[in-house]
């Protein structure tokens, strides 16, 4: 990261590290000029991963420069440290992209306990949420080998579709329901699905035929194994001897 150490203090549950950046100079944000003019130091506090059992807190001292450029409408900018973080933050990188993975894994209340169990410190469900929602979605290509299946808004009441793409192991979209409609709807704006597994519903292969009549449609393993679960366990309860006899 281009950072000199300058002391480290190990607490009882925390490291502190404090550094100052190496390089002699600065771009500024606005004209892009390079400036080795000094303006001024001050001190940035970033939270780090953890270290063991410890939080890590880096103390920076950065500078701020004046800007040069006589033409430039900025007087003086503070020295960027993209690589280990974004302009104000209070976290690297690094724990944000952990952070950021915890949120969509586990959520809001979920990923705070597991943020505190990792001693990231104590990180609010709210700010879990906050970083799923400010996160860019990326445009990912049309899958060939599409996994749909129902989600729950609210478990029992209202309900939606979840797209996989199974190449790639990720999620391509959320869709408001479960209806042919929606999911025909969808399939004939990204044309190229070669491979749909489904539930057995009938509103799925209808959408899909509809919508990509020449994909192949097959049922996954786990509807098929639920199925066959339901299936024999109605077996069984309306031919309990057959299970005596066969026990003998």
């Known amino acids: 990261f281009g950072l000199q150490l ?8 925390t490291i502190r590290v404090s550094a100052s950046p190496m390089k002699q100079s ?24 953890s270290f063991g059992i410890r939080t890590v807190i880096l103390h920076l001292d950065v500078r701020r420069f004046f800007c040069i450029n006589p033409e430039c409408k900025r007087a003086t900018f503070s020295e960027p440290l993209p690589d280990l973080a974004i302009r104000y933050a209070r976290r690297t990188n690094h724990l944000h992209q952990a952070l950021r993975d915890i949120a969509f894994e586990s959520g809001g209340e979920g990923g705070s306990k597991m943020a505190k169990n990792l001693y990231y410190g104590e990180i609010s469900p709210d ?7 400010c996160t ?5 290509p049309t899958p060939r080998y599409l996994g749909v299946d129902d989600w729950a808004m609210r478990k029992g009441r209202k309900y939606g579709t979840i797209l996989v793409d199974l190449e790639r192991h990720a999620v391509v979209d959320l869709l408001p329901d479960r209806t042919s ?28 035929t509809r919508g990509a ?19 024999l366990k109605q077996i069984v309860e309306r031919n309990p001897g057959v299970l005596k006899i066969s026990q003998q």
Do not use: M
Not at 6 to 13: C, G, H, R
Not at 27 to 40: L, N, R
Not at 127 to 133: E, N, P, S, V
């Open 6 to 13: 300058l002391s480290a203090q190990i607490e009882l549950d």
């Open 26 to 49: 600065a771009s500024c944000p606005q004209c892009h000029t390079d400036s080795s003019k000094v303006h001024s130091y001050y001190d940035r506090t970033l939270a780090d991963l």
């Open 127 to 133: 700010t879990l949420l906050r970083i799923i929602r």
């Open 136 to 140: 860019s979605q990326d445009n990912h």
């Open 181 to 208: 409609d929606v999911l025909e709807t969808w399939l004939k704006a990204h044309p190229g699905v070669e491979l749909i597994t489904r539930d057995r519903s009938g509103s799925y292969s209808d959408g899909a």
């Open 213 to 231: 009549p020449n994909a192949i449609q097959i049922a996954d393993r786990f509807h098929l194994l639920t199925n066959l679960t339901e299936t």
